[in-house]
């Protein structure tokens, strides 16, 4: 159970905010938190913010940073209102800081 806390606490949901705001979280999860994994997690219109804030993350803050897996899937969402299921695209992306290698020098 100690496992999936702790898989938790270095998810960031990818909602309606612009990218940075998720880069942020992102990159300060890595710092602050010592976290050799982050998970981006988003569903449906989100995807393509949550693919930005992984390629932002690793091209222009964190350059040793390297994506371990994306994870792809179908969510059945039920509507509140009116009662009606419908599916929607989900994307899990890991990414993972490298193990630094020191050179001999």
């Known amino acids: 159970m100690a496992e ?7 998810t960031i949901y990818v909602g309606n905010k612009p990218p940075m705001s998720y880069v942020l979280a992102v990159v300060t999860q890595f710092n602050t938190s010592g976290s050799d994994d982050v998970v981006i997690k988003a569903r449906g219109r989100a995807i393509s913010r949550a693919v930005d804030t992984a390629e932002i993350t690793r091209n222009r803050f964190i350059k040793d940073v390297e ?26 992306i890991c990414l993972t800081k490298k193990k630094s290698k020191k050179a001999n020098g």
Do not use: H, L, M, P
């Not at 999936?4 to 270095?10: H, Q, V």
């Not at 994506?67 to 899990?92: A, H, L, P």
């Open 4 to 10: 999936k806390e702790t898989a938790d606490e270095n």
């Open 67 to 92: 994506i371990k897996d994306i994870k792809i899937g179908t969510e059945s969402i039920t509507n509140q209102e009116e009662g009606r299921t419908s599916n929607v695209s989900s994307i899990e």
